[in-house]
Antibody, heavy 120, light 109 residues
Framework: EVQLVETGGGLIQPGGSLRLSCAASGFTVNNKYMGWVRQAPGKGLDWVSIIYAGSGGATYYADSVKGRFTISRDSSKNTLSLQMNRLRVEDTAIYYC????????????WGQGTLVTVSS | EIVLTQSPGTLSLSPGERATLSCRASQIVNSDFLAWYQQKPGQAPRLLIY???SRATDIPERFSGSGSGTDFTLAISRLEPEDFAVYYC??????????FGQGTKLEIK
């Protein structure tokens, strides 16, 4: 059974940094397309980033986070991470990790999400 | 940049009725890369439809997707109480790589 569990959320001041992790079970993270999607309180879904399969998997980011966020994988722990730097108030959201289909691009499996609150 | 516009914003129907949700793209898209999700309060989204018309694993047959070009539809043939939720369409493959519609809230009338 596929399972994704996000951790690392919390309250952080503007300009600070936070690292989110997504522990995967039931499959190998390194062999799959993996991404992050966020949802601000009461708002819709907002794509953040994706990493393609393989050791040199390409990475892509939404313009709103490019240069501030970094997506990565740890094969030894079978986890996906999102390093978030220079956080802004508008980054406040629930962050979901998801497994993506490599052809259809659909986000087939989702974690339960972790809340990041950026506030002074 | 592709923009997905969903309509209506809110749809009020009764259990047993048929629901029709629309997703319109700002330019022609490849229907292979059009998906639909359901999200209930306090839960993560769940994939319903991929490739515009293929049901995801364990999704009931009352859910169906259709469309091509710029106009896509999610239909729910006979609404069950558990179907009342927010629905999002999503496109993959352009800049930005992923685009979501703003969502349609399906509420009980």
């Amino acid at each position: 059974e596929v399972q994704l569990v996000e951790t690392g959320g919390g309250l952080i001041q503007p300009g600070g940094s936070l690292r989110l992790s997504c522990a995967a079970s039931g499959f190998t993270v390194n062999n799959k397309y993996m991404g992050w999607v966020r949802q601000a309180p009461g708002k819709g879904l907002d794509w953040v980033s994706i990493i393609y399969a393989g050791s040199g998997g390409a990475t892509y980011y939404a313009d709103s986070v490019k240069g501030r966020f970094t997506i990565s994988r740890d094969s030894s722990k079978n986890t996906l991470s999102l390093q978030m730097n220079r956080l802004r108030v508008e980054d406040t959201a629930i962050y979901y990790c998801a497994r993506a289909d490599p052809y259809w691009g659909s986000l087939d499996d989702w974690g339960q999400g972790t809340l990041v609150t950026v506030s002074s | 940049e592709i923009v997905l516009t969903q309509s209506p914003g809110t749809l009020s129907l009764s259990p047993g009725e048929r629901a029709t949700l629309s997703c319109r793209a700002s330019q022609i898209v490849n229907s292979d890369f059009l998906a639909w999700y359901q999200q209930k309060p306090g839960q993560a989204p769940r994939l319903l439809i991929y490739g515009a018309s293929s049901r995801a694993t364990d999704i009931p047959e009352r859910f169906s997707g259709s469309g091509s070009g710029t106009d896509f539809t999610l239909a729910i043939s006979r609404l069950e109480p558990e179907d009342f939720a927010v629905y999002y369409c999503q496109h993959y493959g352009n800049s930005p790589l992923y685009t979501f519609g703003q969502g349609t809230k399906l509420e009980i009338k």
